[in-house]
């Protein structure tokens, strides 16, 4: 049973690239039963969206630059 | 435009840590940006676009700065045994460390003091962390793009990463969720 250290590391792993399968399981169980984990996952996804919120930062690609 | 020259200064200053480079990239960005500004009839657009090209100024300015012999690798900013005191012997969460439950946190969008308590934060992490921190989640660069600029590994990207948010939200914990300022 995983402790929730290395949960912390992969649920900000989790943020960045997909999990291989075996990782991804351990780290929904521990999430089943720990809730403390489900509040730093939360955490987690909140300061992505605060780190996005001003600068409109989205997935459209933007207009061709202007010759430099 | 002009409406956008502060939240592009805040993005600039916060990522190089430096006014003068910021007003640079800044200047640049709008002027670039100026050649065709007429194009875009919605705002929203306009400003996506600005800050699109403020992104790549940035990029530059990172992507020159890690040539400079000063540079410092992120990896060796933190240790993960600065987290110790966070968990216990066995690695679970202390219970006055345990991640608590932040309410709505959204709400504090609206609140020009929690953006003050936010910058401080990001501001308070070690400068290489921060960097690779935000051209991750405010550059919206993927990890092997940010690899390949600061020429890390996969795996110390993701270890520095895993080491900013954490100092992040143990920073926004404590002077913002737990400190009572949202309500006042």
New interface residues.
Partial sequence: MMNCRKPSKLMSEEMDHDLSGGRRWSLRLHLLICLGCRNYRRQLSFLRQACRHEVAVDDTPPPAPPPN | MAGFQR?ML??AVLQLRDQASAEDAVQEAML??L??AD?FAER?KL???V???LR?KIVDIIRRRVREPSYQAPETEIDDAD?DPL?SA????HSDS?????GD??KS?ENQRF?AI?DGCLNRLPAATARVF?M???L?L??DEICTELAMS?NN???V??RA??G??MC??QQWFNAGEQTR
């Fill in positions: 939240e805040r993005f670039a940006a050649q065709g194009r929203a400003k996506t676009w800050f699109s090209i790549n987290f968990f066995n690695g679970h969460w345990r991640p608590a439950d932040w946190p959204e969008f953006w936010f935000m991750r989640e405010m919206g993927e990890t996969s990207c993701w270890v990463l895993h948010r954490m992040l939200r926004l914990d």
